[in-house]
Each structure stands twice: as C-alpha cells, then as structure tokens.
C-alpha cells in the first residue's frame, strides 16, 4: 500500500479489531465482571464425591468442567484457545 496515494487500506491490510485504550479505573462493575471472561480459565484442586480433580470455571466463576489431574485440566483449557491460570 502506498501511504501517499490516499487510497483506502484493503481488507488485507486493515486488521480485523481495532485495538482501543481505556482505563481500567472507570469499569463499571458488569465491565470488570466480564474483564477475561472468554480468554481466561482458572483451574484448581477440589474433592468430588471423595475423589481428587482439578475444577475448570470461567473468569467470572462458573464452573464449566472438572478433569482428573491438573495437567489435563490445563490441557483443555489451553485446547479451548484460553489462559489457565492456578487457583490455590
């Protein structure tokens, strides 16, 4: 693309999202809720029916799958595009 041409940029060039700034200071409280919901997972130790398992919830807290050991409960997360992050 040439910058002096005063053309407009091509889908190829243009990237898909725009990266916007903000603050995180001024979130509202649904908006820091919501902070990482779909990029972040937080995987910890739990017992389920006296048995030990790795707990896999959302950013937000909810529980969405509950794995045999941590490194499978990593794995998933890490399958489903997202950070896991530890819990203790």
Known sequence: MNMNSGD???AATTP??????FDVRHLSEQQLAAL??????YVKPVMVDGVQGFAI????????AVAGNRD???AAVMQHEMLA????
């Open 57 to 64: 919830h959302a950013a937000d807290g909810t529980p969405m």
């Open 16 to 21: 898909a999202q725009e990266v916007v700034a």
């Open 36 to 41: 990482g919901v779909s990029h972040i997972a």
């Open 8 to 10: 407009q940029p091509d």
């Open 72 to 74: 499978v409960a990593v």
């Open 85 to 88: 992050l530890s819990v203790h």
